[in-house]
C-alpha cells in the first residue's frame, strides 16, 4: 500500500493545484495505476489522511540529473534545487546519495466515494489546515485553502467570513467585502460579519459607508462589545469624537476588564485635549492587565505623553521607562525618554538614551540632534 506523506510546502497539493511530486523509488517501484494513500504530516501529532489518488504516469530519473536541476525544483514548489535538496535530506534522514533512483509521480486525486481506505470529511479536513494556518499567520497559504474548501462548499457562511478576513490581512479589502457580501446574502442579520464588512471598508477608505454597515450591526446587536467597539472607532476617524466618546462610555460598562477598550477610550480623550481624563483610561486599562506580558507598550507610552502635556514630567518617565521594560528596542519611546530627561535636566542620562536609539538605528537624525543639544550641557 503506497503511502505518500506532504508537509506544509505542499499547500497546492491540499488545493489541487499541485498533481505531481518526486520521491525517491520504492524497492517496488510505483507504476501507472497504482493507488495511493496521501497523509498530510505523517509522522507528527497532526497526521491526518488527506486523499486518495491513481498514478497517472511515472518518470524515472537518478538525483544526478535532479540535484541542480532548478527548473524541476521550481515546479515543486521549491525556490531552487538547493532547496529542494535540503527537504529530501530531512524527508530520507540524510540518507540521499549519487546513486539514488528518484520517481516523478503524477497522479489524480480520487472522489471520496472511490476510496477504498477510510473517509474523512474533505472540507472539514481542508477548514482545519486553514485555519491553523491562518492562527500563525500564514495568510497566503491560508486563503489557499479556504479557497478550497470553498469549493466544495460555496454556501458555508463560515468559510466565507473567515476568506473574508483572511483577505483583509492580505490587504484585498474589495475581495474581502465581497466574501462577507456573499455571507450576509445567507445570514443578513449575522453582526460579526457586518463588523468585519465595516472593518474591511474603514481599512480601504470608505469610512461613511464603514458607518452605514456598522449602523445595521448595531441595529441588530446594540450590545456586542465588538460592535460598540469598532463603532467608537469609525465615529473617531469622522471627527466625531463626543458620539465616539458615549459609545467608548457605554462599552466600559459592558467590557470593563478589557484593556483595549480603555486604551482606545484614553487615545480619544487625549485627541479631545481631556488630558487628566485620558490618563485615568491608561491607568485603568494598565490595571487591568494581569501581568506585563498582557500590558499594551503603546498604550504606557501614549499614557507618558499624556503626562507630558500636563507637564507630569516624573510620571511621564516612569511611563516611558515601563513601555521600554517591555519593548526595549523601541526607538519612538526611547527618544520620548530621553526628551522627558532633558526637560528634567538630566542630560548625561538623556544622552544615554539617544545613543541607545543610535545603537540600533545610526542614521535616526532626531537622537543624533537632540545628543548634541545636551552635550552643549555637559
Not at 6 to 23: E, P, Y
Not at 78 to 105: A, L, P, T
Amino acid at each position: 500500500m503506497p503511502i505518500l506523506s506532504f508537509s506544509s510546502n505542499d499547500i497546492d497539493v491540499i488545493t489541487g493545484k499541485k498533481t505531481r511530486t518526486i520521491r525517491k523509488a520504492w524497492k517496488n517501484p510505483l507504476k501507472k495505476g497504482d493507488r495511493l494513500y496521501c497523509y498530510w504530516n505523517l509522522v507528527s501529532k497532526e497526521k491526518m489522511k488527506i486523499f486518495e489518488a491513481i498514478v497517472s504516469d511515472v518518470e524515472d530519473i537518478s538525483f544526478e540529473d535532479i540535484k541542480d536541476n532548478d527548473e524541476l525544483a521550481r515546479k515543486e514548489g521549491f525556490k531552487d534545487s538547493k532547496d529542494m535538496f535540503r527537504e529530501f535530506k530531512k524527508m530520507y534522514g540524510g540518507r540521499v546519495g549519487n546513486s539514488d533512483k528518484f520517481q516523478v509521480i503524477y497522479f489524480e486525486k480520487l472522489a471520496i466515494d472511490e476510496w477504498k481506505g477510510d473517509k474523512i470529511d474533505e472540507k472539514a479536513m481542508i477548514t482545519k489546515r486553514a485555519d491553523i494556518l491562518f492562527d500563525t499567520g500564514k495568510f497566503d497559504k491560508s486563503t489557499m485553502c479556504y479557497d478550497a474548501a470553498l469549493k466544495i462548499d460555496p454556501k458555508d457562511v463560515y468559510l466565507l467570513n473567515k476568506q473574508g478576513d483572511n483577505l483583509s490581512r492580505l490587504g484585498e479589502f474589495s475581495k474581502a467585502i465581497e466574501c462577507y457580501d456573499n455571507a450576509l446574502k445567507i445570514e443578513p442579520d449575522n453582526e460579526y460579519i457586518l463588523n468585519n464588512k465595516a472593518i474591511a471598508l474603514l481599512n480601504s477608505g470608505q469610512i461613511e459607508e464603514a458607518l452605514k454597515i456598522s449602523n445595521i450591526a448595531y441595529n441588530y446587536s446594540p450590545s456586542s462589545p465588538i460592535v460598540l467597539y469598532w463603532r467608537g472607532f469609525i465615529l473617531a476617524m469622522l471627527g466625531r469624537y463626543d458620539d465616539a466618546l458615549k459609545v467608548y462610555d457605554k462599552l466600559i460598562i459592558i467590557d470593563s476588564e478589557n484593556p483595549e477598550v480603555w486604551n482606545s477610550r484614553g487615545n480619544l480623550l487625549s485627541d479631545m485635549g481631556m488630558l487628566e481624563e485620558a490618563v485615568k483610561s491608561f491607568d485603568k486599562a494598565v490595571e487591568v492587565c494581569l501581568d506585563d506580558s498582557e500590558m499594551d507598550s503603546g498604550a504606557i507610552n501614549r499614557m507618558g505623553n499624556a503626562y507630558i502635556d500636563l507637564g507630569k514630567l516624573d510620571d511621564a518617565l516612569d511611563c516611558f521607562n515601563k513601555a521600554i521594560s517591555l519593548e526595549k528596542n523601541n526607538i519612538d519611546f526611547l527618544l520620548n525618554k530621553g526628551v522627558v530627561l532633558m526637560e528634567l535636566g538630566n542630560f548625561k542620562e538623556a544622552v544615554d538614551s539617544f545613543n541607545r536609539v543610535l545603537l540600533i538605528n545610526p542614521d535616526n537624525e532626531d537622537a543624533f540632534f537632540l545628543k548634541e543639544e545636551c552635550l552643549e550641557y555637559l
